[in-house]
């Protein structure tokens, strides 16, 4: 394993393009605007060799790579859910207002993530919860899979037992015998648009965790099931009525290869203001960059913030009917290959934005930098929150955004003529 494994000058975008496309599928990329300094672009396996303990690699000042070390704190379902959990304990102890609980014991500020379990280790307190409500769907997925494998809705215990028996388990005390799942009470009212269930898909990038920095991507995507939703138990294993992952639509009967069964989030916008109406939809896309905030928020502690290092996640956020987003999972690896030509033309200026943003100015990269590119070089990213900035606003800052009271700092707007308020904690 070498990772100064060469140099590529690019001679058009499309041979850039191409590149990126190919060395993807081979685990890495390589990408290099001259001849002087390499940008790599990195799978989350090469990561872990070089950062690994037994590899000894350190990496020089003007090396920039595209992963945190430990980036499985957020990444990882099972460590996400343990982690946001971990946050809002801790905010309990301190006493902040952010953790606090109606009447029946729900956070009313931090309740965006399912209910959720660690399989095989919470099998009992599985139960006692299921047994509450048992007509309750449930969905099973592997900790360390993604792309939809492996994943799998069950409606009874019994489902539970089969499954334990055919990963070859007779017990759910040893987790050493088998892979990890974790199982979260599914989300049986979603969001329909034309009788299709969809999620979001969001990318965001963090140039650094101490202090906390972090920016959001205008132009996600909403990717559609090819089949009508029904809440009905007998289409619990038909999986293109309840996943939207692409990998798994694209091999339905109903797959269109134009559009790929996606949306672009400003057409989502579009479509909510039109049918909920404008405050009601500001109020949602508010409370989706807060989810995301808070989730960044919770592994900023544990997460290993070495210098070299960025990340571009994809965040995965399902809407219920209600119009109340659901956090889902965050992906390390989000794809950035293209199923479409409006796919291609997104994915080309992720990259693009994202590369101005490690390595501002195209310049040779230097680590020791302060990770604050001037406002020129975002493109299609916006400053969803700067730890810096938000500290001038005293500690409830973030309450008060969130529960939708004005603290506008500085150069902030305010909802007059139909604008809506740059949440304080952007």
């Known amino acids: 394993f070498r990772i100064m494994a060469g140099k590529v000058k690019w001679v058009t975008d499309i041979e850039k393009s191409v590149l990126i496309n190919n060395f993807e599928k081979r685990g890495w990329i390589q990408v290099a605007e001259n001849e002087d300094w390499n940008f790599y672009w990195m799978s989350v396996q090469t990561i872990r060799n070089v950062f690994s303990v037994e590899t000894g690699y350190r990496l020089s000042d003007d090396q920039i790579v595209n992963h945190f070390p430990n980036h499985y ?20 102890k301190e006493g902040s207002p952010l953790a606090e609980k109606d009447e029946n014991g729900k956070y009313i500020y931090l309740d965006f993530v399912p209910v959720t379990f660690m399989l095989p280790a919470d099998y009992n307190l599985f139960v006692e919860e299921f047994r509450k409500n048992p007509s309750s769907t449930w969905i099973m997925k592997p900790c360390g899979k993604a792309q939809g494998k492996g994943i799998f809705l069950i409606n009874k215990l019994s489902q539970i037992k089969k499954w334990s028996r055919d990963s070859k388990t007779s017990s759910f005390v040893s ?28 990318y965001v990038l ?3 965790y101490r202090p906390l920095r972090c920016y959001m ?53 579009l479509y909510l203001e039109s049918t909920r109406g404008k405050e009601v939809t500001n109020k949602l896309f508010d ?61 080309y200026n992720l990259i693009n934005d994202t590369l101005n943003i490690a390595v501002p100015n195209g310049e040779i990269p230097d680590c020791k930098w302060n990770k604050s590119p001037p406002k020129e070089v975002l493109g299609n990213y916006e400053v969803l929150y700067d730890e810096e900035m938000a500290q001038g606003d005293g500690p409830d800052r973030d309450l008060r955004s969130r529960s939708g009271q004005s603290t506008a700092a500085k150069g902030s707007r305010g909802r007059d003529l139909g604008k809506p308020v740059l949440t304080t904690w952007k």
């Not at 050493?176 to 599914?186: C, D, H, M, P």
């Open 217 to 269: 991507y205008k132009l996600g995507f909403c990717r559609f099931c090819t089949v009508k939703y029904t809440p009905s138990t007998s289409e619990l294993d038909n999986m293109f009525v309840h996943l939207t992952n692409v990998a798994i639509q694209k091999h339905g009967d109903d797959y269109n290869h134009i559009h790929g069964g996606k949306w672009t989030v400003s057409n989502l916008r």
């Open 206 to 208: 963090v140039s650094t």
């Open 287 to 347: 409370e989706i960059h807060w989810i995301i905030v808070q989730s960044l928020k919770a592994v900023a502690p544990v997460m290993n913030n070495d210098k070299h290092c960025f990340e571009c996640y994809g965040y995965d956020i399902i809407i219920d009917d209600k119009l109340k987003p659901w956090l889902i999972e965050v992906n390390a690896s989000p794809s950035l290959t293209s199923s479409t030509a409006n796919d291609r033309i997104l994915k």
């Open 73 to 92: 704190e957020l990444t990882r379902k099972d460590l996400m859910v343990k982690n946001i959990k971990r946050y809002r304990k801790e905010l309990e």
């Open 175 to 202: 987790q050493s015998s088998k892979e990890a799942y974790v199982i979260s009470l599914y989300i049986n009212n979603p969001l329909l648009i034309g009788g299709k269930k969809f999620d979001l898909r969001l």
